[in-house]
């Protein structure tokens, strides 16, 4: 099947083509149309679900651009304001109306008649729906909404000073690359115990998220907040249990590549004792990797490498820059972290990144270009309800992106063995995130079965799943005070809770795809491709098969793919 990224805005039909989202009372006569309309024939019921999708369609995106402008620049307090005033005074109000609308179609006697297998996974995620709304949730998660952009606020606040210069963390983060031991060690520290001061005011955030969100799972009849956040997030395909092995599996088939890695590391460096600021490092005359200089050149080099790949990724970039839907750079102000957010009704959707001229910077690139083709791919389907797909695929096609584009990274390093090195780089990087993303996913299942606990008890509890899949290379004592609030890096804890597992799950289908890719290319390239136009219209397990993937993340296809990875590292 071709592929075009000659994405066009959906037009109109339900909605006047000049209306623009103000006010609740603007927009709710729209909702009462489809409430009260009257549904007597397959074809009506067919209209009627397009103009509902149409109204979702203008609604999300013009929250999207709420959220994009605010995390662009977090001190522009009008900007918080509208986003703010969505969450809290239109949002509330839409609430209501969606589950009475989501009743309406699951209720009526038309919809048995529907095409059972093309609306299968919309239906049940409905019914889904419809099984966790309560009235009495609505104003907690108005203000849920609000508070979790808080710690893009706070942390877009935190800046240091280097060499008499002020930079952002992200920026300040490039120094631990520098040859200078002493240098590193300065920056590591300060950037840590910039982090401290605010380490109380992050604490008392999270307290109060963590107390709201039990709340909602209690109301909705739920023991605890993790039971209800995996309902919620539409895990149908695993369990808590099955979290709890893939923990283990990391530990046993995992943590011996990293310490592997962090072994070579030690001795390419010469050092006695590798410290925390000497990961980042290359030893004595060798330069840093320096793949870009400005966000024109990293976008431009981007756009040649996934040309090469398949023209039409490359296609897809070159879009989002006619129509300015990107925020690389890192500056003051800025909110942390990089995303891809998908643009319901226009479709080619918007990056955000912290760019600063580092390797890291690419890999973040090339992760967020996948999820950006994956928007591309689903724009196509019929209703907005289509294209909600499962965020176990949605990374995939971002992790997956980043290995397939290794064989052209030439486009940013014409040296080969700065090549190889950004190659190496990336590998070591698919390894040693696993722990991390155990890590944080079994806290999160603490945190949440247990939410009456201390800060006394969440810094011990933090500290001692920290040790759990700590390495055995890295030398990290006298380090404890920063090591013990370092669970507030983590900006998912905040504002998307338990979306982490996600990262584990599809970073071994994203080894997988490279498995296929390294035997046919091209072939691979087309599962890719397929499994993303599908969008969310099959369950988890028939997407990954579309894409020549098993849907399995148990020990035994973890250490598979692990032999894998370490035989490419060693190639």
């Known amino acids: 099947m071709t592929y075009t990224a000659d994405i066009k805005k959906i037009p109109r039909h339900f909605i006047p083509a000049d209306f623009t989202v103000s006010n609740w009372e603007s927009l709710e006569p729209f909702f009462k149309e489809l409430l009260e309309r009257n549904i007597d024939s397959n074809p009506l019921l067919e209209q009627w ?3 509902q999708s149409e109204l979702e369609a203008v609604v999300n995106e ?28 239109v949002q509330p109000r839409i609430q ?24 299968f996974t919309y239906l049940r995620s409905l019914r889904k729906n419809i099984e966790l709304f309560r009235e009495e949730n609505i104003p907690i998660q108005a203000e849920l909404s609000v508070m979790q952009q808080q710690y893009g606020v706070i942390s877009g606040k935190m800046t240091v000073t280097v060499h008499g210069n002020e930079y952002t963390l992200q920026q300040a ?8 031991r002493a240098l590193r060690e300065d920056v590591y520290r300060k950037l840590n115990e910039r982090r401290l001061q605010d ?26 907040y993790r039971d209800y956040r995996f309902k919620e997030l539409g895990r149908f395909d695993y369990t808590s249990a099955d979290c709890t092995a893939f923990h283990n599996a990391v530990k046993q088939q995992v943590l011996p590549l990293v310490n592997m890695i962090f072994q070579k590391k030690k001795e390419r460096l010469g050092l006695e004792t590798l410290r925390p ?20 050149e990293l976008i431009e080099k981007c756009i040649d490498c996934f040309t090469r790949l398949r023209p039409f990724f490359g296609a897809c970039l070159t879009k989002m820059r006619e129509l300015k839907h990107l925020d690389l750079e890192s500056r003051m102000g800025k909110a942390p972290g990089g995303y891809n957010c998908p643009l319901a009704e226009s479709g080619a959707p918007f990056i955000f990144m912290n760019a600063a001229g580092q390797m890291h910077d690419v ?47 030439d486009s940013f390093f014409d040296d080969a063995t700065q090549l190889s090195r950004a190659k190496e780089h990336q590998l070591e990087r698919v390894i040693t995130i696993f722990p991390w993303i155990a890590i944080i996913d079994k806290f999160q299942h603490w945190i949440y079965v247990h939410p009456a606990h201390t800060h ?12 759990e899949f700590k390495d055995d290379v890295i030398d990290y004592s006298g380090l404890e005070a920063y090591r013990s609030n370092a669970w507030q890096r983590q900006l998912h804890l905040f504002e998307v809770p338990f979306y982490y597992i996600e990262y584990g799950i599809a970073q071994l289908g994203a080894i997988g795809m490279w498995m296929q890719y390294k035997k046919n290319k091209e072939l691979a390239l087309d599962n890719y491709c397929n499994a993303l136009a599908l969008g969310g219209t099959k369950t988890l397990p028939e997407l990954y098969k579309t894409a020549g993937l098993e849907f399995d993340f148990s020990p035994e296809k973890i250490k598979v793919l692990m032999e894998f990875v370490k035989a490419e590292m060693e190639h």
């Open 277 to 296: 600021w000497d990961v980042e490092a290359e030893p004595e005359g060798t330069a840093p990797l320096h793949p870009f200089n400005t966000s024109d």
């Open 96 to 119: 209501p109306y969606a589950d009475a609308l989501n009743k309406k179609l699951v209720n009526h006697p038309l919809s048995g008649e529907l095409d059972a297998e093309k609306y």
């Open 199 to 224: 380490m109380d005011a992050l604490d008392t955030l999270f307290d109060q998220l963590i107390e709201r969100r039990d709340r909602e799972a209690h109301h909705a009849g739920f023991p605890n």
């Open 62 to 89: 013009d929250f999207c651009w709420r959220q994009i402008r605010m995390t662009c620049d977090t001190e522009n307090k009008s900007l918080e304001e509208a986003f703010n005033y969505f969450c809290t005074a």
């Open 49 to 51: 679900l397009k103009d």
């Open 456 to 467: 006394a008890e969440r810094t011990a509890r933090w500290t001692e799943i920290l040790n």
């Open 363 to 409: 890999t973040t690139m090339v992760h967020e270009g996948g999820h950006a083709v994956h928007s591309f791919l689903a724009h196509h389907l019929e209703l907005n309800g289509f294209k909600e797909y499962p965020t176990e695929m949605a990374e995939v096609a971002s992790m997956a992106m980043e290995l397939f584009s290794m064989d052209v990274w």
């Open 173 to 180: 983060a490039k120094f631990l690359e520098s040859h200078d």
